[in-house]
């Protein structure tokens, strides 16, 4: 599925919280196996990024209908996409607010990127279809990692 109400929440270790609707395939896939890949592209995928988020796995092998790669990961049984600019391997650690939210709590256990991609022009849903594409970046001082 395509997600993009997720967030940062811990550096060490990696967590990583989403919300994930019930009414998804990969909701019960989560709950069931306790695992997942989460695959970052970049705006070359566009156009499979949306076309995987708006039909369901439960009828479908969506790698096969978006011509995506699977790839062994190492730590879950779940595949890496290997067109995808980053790979992320997560555990889930906590679920005690998939009842209320839908909001589980992933930890990245291996992380990977694809070192071809240089300067992924990475894509940010904003909603309805619209998505910024990463572009210029900048660094300030700060005392932040
Ligand atoms: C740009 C985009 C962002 C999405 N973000 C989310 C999300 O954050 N959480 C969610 O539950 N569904 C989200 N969806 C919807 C799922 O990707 C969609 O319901 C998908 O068909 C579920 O696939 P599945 O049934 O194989 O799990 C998003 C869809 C799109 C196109």
Redesign the pocket.
Known sequence: ??????TMMEFEPPLVG????G?????D?LRKTKECVLNIPSAELAKQ??G???????RMD?FRKFKLTPLPASQVAAPLIAECYANLECRVVDTRMVNKY?FFVLEVIQAWIDPTQKNPRTLH?QGK?V?MVAGETIKLPSRMA
Do not use: D, L
């Open positions: 599925m395509t997600m993009s109400w997720h989403c919300v994930i609707s009414r998804n395939f990969s909701f896939a990024v949306v995987v988020g708006n039909c369901s796995g439960s969506k839908n849903h279809g998505f």
